[in-house]
């Protein structure tokens, strides 16, 4: 499942992730990218069905749906001449969803992420 370094978005440039190999990983994406979907169809994401999708995945108690940082690992390459790095999972029509790794030490200034609209927080 490692590869030896993962898709990594670097300045403007979007590489092509690596394939999913974690069962329980594919499951969250095809989740939400149902929920984006129809979504779509209906002119508007349902934000609650999503952070839930989130907190199922993050949070379950069965250990073989939970996605935790064994799950994450292969996609946490960090530079170490960059504040952090963003390795990209998955992208479609709908979203991208990535792993950024922060260095340790580095800091960024208060800013906004226009149109992101959801994101979870793994810490290590």
């Not at 939400?32 to 209906?42: C, D, I, K, M, W």
């Not at 940082?69 to 960059?82: A, N, R």
Request: charged share 20%.
């Amino acid at each position: 499942m490692l590869a030896s370094t993962p898709t990594s978005l670097t300045g403007n440039e979007l590489d092509k992730p690596m394939a999913i190999q974690s069962p329980s990983l594919q499951n969250f994406v095809n989740k939400l990218l149902e929920a984006f979907r129809r979504g779509t169809e209906h002119r508007c994401v349902d934000e609650k069905e999503v952070n839930e999708i989130f907190e199922l995945f993050t949070h379950s108690s069965e250990e073989n749906e939970r996605i935790g940082l064994d799950l994450i690992q292969p996609y946490c390459y960090v530079d170490p001449t960059k504040n952090y790095t963003r390795n990209l999972i998955t992208e479609n029509e709908h979203f991208s969803l990535m792993v950024l790794c922060w260095n340790p030490h580095a800091k960024s200034c208060i800013h906004a992420h226009g149109g992101m609209l959801f994101y979870s927080l793994l810490t290590i």
